[in-house]
């Protein structure tokens, strides 16, 4: 899906005309921001041939799973995200202290896995959203709240905060068929 489709949508509702595209790329970011922290939506994201040299996660980092790096003795290494998605390794030095390395301590990880609830932010109006689909309604309930907040129409936000709350709850339920048993008292 892409972000000017979700504003287009948001924007059908008759109370709202052409709205500024900046302020709906602001609430389409706000709306998976929530949606990650209400849902826990996970990314994962891999890196080949890791030489020294800090690197950057692609999305917004919300709460770190796991960090695997395929390595012979994983003890010896230490990983750090900092609060701007960068990831920094540190080495196990001879004294026994971890230090931050780099592209002089010649040392090659094949390969690391980094798992994290987060998104990736929208930036333009033309760029698609890399986000489960199931959720597009969602987005567009929250941005049509927020551009309504923002004209004045309280009584309508509200409502479409709540349909944006009902499509979370749907979609985090999922429906699990039941297997029962006959009794040994039915009549069956």
Do not use: W
């Amino acid at each position: 899906m892409k972000v000017t489709n979700v504003i287009e949508r948001a924007e059908k509702y008759r109370l709202l005309g052409r709205f500024d595209k900046i302020s709906g790329i602001a609430f389409i970011n706000d709306a998976l921001y929530d949606i990650c922290m209400m849902q826990s939506i996970k990314r994962e994201e891999i890196f080949y041939g890791y030489t020294g040299l800090p690197f950057k996660l692609m999305g917004e980092v919300i709460k770190v799973e796991s960090v695997d790096l395929e390595v012979d003795e994983p003890k010896q290494f230490n990983v750090r995200i900092m609060q701007n998605n960068e990831i920094i390794l540190y080495k196990l030095n001879h004294e026994g202290k971890f230090v931050q390395m780099t592209f002089e301590d010649h040392v090659k990880i094949p390969r690391i896995t980094v798992v994290y609830t987060g998104f990736i932010r929208v930036i333009k109006p033309d760029q698609n959203i890399d986000f489960p689909a199931i959720f597009e309604t969602a987005i567009v309930y929250f941005v049509r709240s927020k551009m309504l907040e923002e004209v004045g129409e309280v009584e309508q936000a509200q409502y479409f905060e709540n349909q944006y709350m009902k499509q979370l709850i749907m979609k985090s339920s999922p429906k699990t068929e039941v297997i029962s048993k006959p009794s040994p008292y039915s009549l069956m």
